[in-house]
């Protein structure tokens, strides 16, 4: 194995490529941010006759309770030819994986890397992903399948098929652990850059919802919103709203990216993974315990916790889950700040964009990043004072209702980051990021922890 590491060498993000509810690409996802839209409809014939699925009584056999999710725009527009990809085969292919494709090139190109440049480089891929809607789908109807079917369903293909289609040689996996995925993903990239399994690597997660059986069962495991929407930290929330996308970014060593001058969008300084074992009350509770000691294993890097101004939390809306997060983030964080100190602001893209499962970390990672380069924080929607799930005051958290500048006093440094999102495997991820703005070296907390109803 290479060692292009240097032991103290860090890893920068350079490259983002996502597409989310509201439209492709950051620009998009950003205006959705910023103007604090939620994004979702009613459930498009297109998509599944809701007629045949929808119940509103919960107790109804087969039908969901829940109308609304958030979804992708142009799922099937795809540009195979750009891949090399004959439309025969294009035909076979999970959207999943396209979207895959179209994000990694996206994500290539915000780098300023043309994708040929990459083509017989040591660059990694890894890819979170656990529905397997298309795959299900398509089992139902042998009759239609073909064999492209094999390699167009198979999830494993998800990060293979863009080793394959780029041409690159580093590490190539699949990760499944339920909504945490793409962070999980993430942690392992990481490591395979600094271990020099890997040049560069790319990373990020995808969900698509096209199975309507899926909304059936989460229905009956009460885990999603009726209303299909996402009410973080709100008394009002009942579940979690579905959410379709897909996020990948680029991954590459700090002191080569300065070299080749890429745009550097954050730095990963420190991160952790965990999981609850026997801890956690299957169905009802995530472990607080061991949210709190996962917090407590990145504060054993001497991360201080003043240097963090707002953490995106996981927040999926879930009435037990939000309220186990924020006493976690209070205790490790906001009630570790100085006296007189701001309190630690706290918010949720799910309100947003509703909760994406495999690719939800990715979604809150990159909402991050384009809150430090445009030095503003968004509202976390659906959220107010008097409708609180959180005693804010007794732990020093604060939850932004409008779009409001980054204008933290100098003396406190400025950083931030994600508790990421939900899972129904409890596997919880965290990172530390820092990035430029300004003059300043900033730091951004991401973790994953698991929802109410994890397993």
């Known amino acids: 194995m290479d060692k292009t590491m240097e032991k103290n060498d860090e890893v920068a993000i350079v490259g983002i490529g996502c597409n989310f509810p509201g439209g492709e690409g950051v620009e998009n996802f950003w205006q959705v941010l910023m103007e604090g839209r939620n994004c979702a409809v009613e459930i498009s014939p297109e998509r599944f006759d809701i007629k045949e699925w929808y119940a509103a009584d919960e107790n109804t056999p087969g039908k969901s309770q829940t109308r609304r999710a958030a979804f992708i725009d142009g799922l099937n527009e795809f540009d195979n030819k750009l891949f090399g990809i004959s439309d025969s085969e294009a035909e076979h292919m999970d959207p999943q994986q396209k979207l895959l494709l179209e994000c990694t090139y996206r994500a290539l190109e ?50 293979n098929r863009i080793s394959y289609v780029f041409n690159l040689t580093g590490p190539s996996l699949a990760i499944d652990t339920a909504c945490s995925s793409s962070l999980v993903a993430l942690y392992y990239a990481f490591l395979a850059v600094k271990q020099g399994d890997c040049e560069t690597a790319l990373c990020g997660g995808v969900s698509c919802m096209l199975d309507p059986a899926v909304n059936v069962v989460l229905s009956k495991a009460k885990l999603i919103s009726p209303e299909g929407v996402s009410k973080p930290f709100s008394k009002k929330a009942d579940g979690y709203g579905r959410a379709e996308g897909c996020g990948v970014v680029l991954l590459k060593p700090l002191r080569k990216a300065l070299e080749d001058h890429n745009r550097i969008w954050g730095v990963i300084a420190a991160i952790a993974v965990n999981q609850d074992g026997r801890s956690a009350t299957p169905i009802i509770r995530p472990s607080q315990e061991q949210q709190e000691r996962l917090l407590q294993s990145i504060y054993s890097a001497h991360i201080d916790p003043l240097s963090v101004q707002y953490i995106e939390a996981h927040g999926t809306g879930t009435s037990v889950g939000d309220v186990t997060e924020a006493e976690s983030l209070g205790n490790a964080v906001g009630r570790n700040r100085p006296g007189g100190s701001p309190a630690l602001k706290i918010g949720s893209v799910k309100g947003n964009i509703g909760h994406s499962e495999s690719a939800a970390g990715t979604a809150g990672l990159i909402k991050v990043l384009l809150m430090m380069q445009h030095e503003k924080i968004v509202p976390s929607l659906h959220y107010s004072e008097n409708i609180s799930s959180i005693d804010t005051k007794r732990l020093n958290l604060s939850i932004p209702t409008s779009l409001d500048a980054w204008e933290e006093p100098r003396e406190f440094g400025r950083g931030a980051g994600p508790p990421g999102n939900p899972s129904s495997s409890p596997w919880k991820t965290q990172l530390v990021i820092w990035t430029k703005v300004s003059k300043f070296r900033c730091k951004i907390w991401l973790t994953h922890q698991p929802a109410e109803g994890a397993m």
């Open 110 to 159: 915000s780098a300023g890397i043309p994708a040929e440049e990459v083509a017989g480089s040591r660059m990694g891929v890894f890819i979170g992903v656990m529905n397997r809607d298309y795959e299900l789908m398509s089992l139902r109807n042998p009759r239609t399948a073909n064999h492209y079917d094999a390699t167009g369903s198979a999830v494993s293909i998800a990060a």
